[in-house]
């Protein structure tokens, strides 16, 4: 069972575990150049969760792919920034995909004009994942800005966030209920 929802600040532990258990190729797409284990940790003490959104995919109750949306309302209101990491064993089922859905519409709702992502210019699976949702690449070398415009938020948008997040919750309680009761598990 997949869950996709937002991750709460006291859930960073999680958080951190995942992009840990990144291999070495997938941390080097995610953060653009060779990362250590004490980069990420410092990484994600770092997050700042007044800027900060996280939208994560649960598998089996495990956190395996995650979002990070980053904005500053102050500086650049109308921008936000997406990196993304779904686990090596998760990767083409869809997962990256149904995040990036996701966060679009998140993103839209808090009044963004304009989702950016940067890249490796080699990321032919990240720059053909945001191509599927009309992303505009831009390079630069060996780096890739690509940029996603985003339409303004409507009363469907903000009511597919709402019904999607209580979607979210249920199924993440249901999941936790059923890991208890193992005669349920292949329901
Ligand atoms: C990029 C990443 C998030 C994609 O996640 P994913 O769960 O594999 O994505 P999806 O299964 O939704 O596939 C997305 C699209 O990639 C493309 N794709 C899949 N496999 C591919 C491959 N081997 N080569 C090229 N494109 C490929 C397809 O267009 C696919 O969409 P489609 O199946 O609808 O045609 C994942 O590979 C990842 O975490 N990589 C390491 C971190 C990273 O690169 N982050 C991006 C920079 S922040």
């Known amino acids: ?3 996709i929802r937002k991750l709460l600040p006291a859930e960073l532990a999680l958080y951190r575990a995942h992009l840990l258990r990144l291999d070495k190729a997938d941390r080097y797409a995610r953060f653009t150049g060779t990362t250590s284990d004490t ?4 990484h994600c003490d770092g997050i700042d969760w007044s ?3 996280l939208i994560g995919a649960f598998i089996g109750g495990e ?6 949306l980053c904005s500053d309302r102050m500086l650049w ?6 990196a993304i990491s779904v686990e090596k064993p998760f990767q083409e089922m869809g997962l990256g995909s149904a995040l990036v ?6 993103a839209r709702n808090r009044f963004a004009k304009r989702l950016h992502l940067y890249c490796l210019a080699e990321n032919r699976r990240m720059r053909a ?18 940029t996603l415009d985003l339409p ?3 009363q469907f948008s903000l009511a597919l966030e709402a019904l999607e997040e209580s979607a979210g919750a249920v199924d993440s309680l249901l999941g936790r209920w059923r890991a208890g009761r193992p005669d349920l598990a292949a329901a």
């Open 1 to 3: 069972m997949s869950v």
């Open 39 to 42: 980069t990420i940790v410092r």
């Open 51 to 53: 800027r900060t959104l």
């Open 63 to 68: 956190l395996r792919g995650v979002v990070e």
């Open 77 to 82: 209101p109308a921008d936000t920034e997406l």
């Open 101 to 106: 859905r996701r966060a679009l519409t998140i």
């Open 129 to 146: 994942l945001a191509r599927k949702f009309g992303g505009r690449a831009e390079q630069d070398g060996g780096d890739v800005t690509i």
């Open 152 to 154: 303004p938020a409507n």
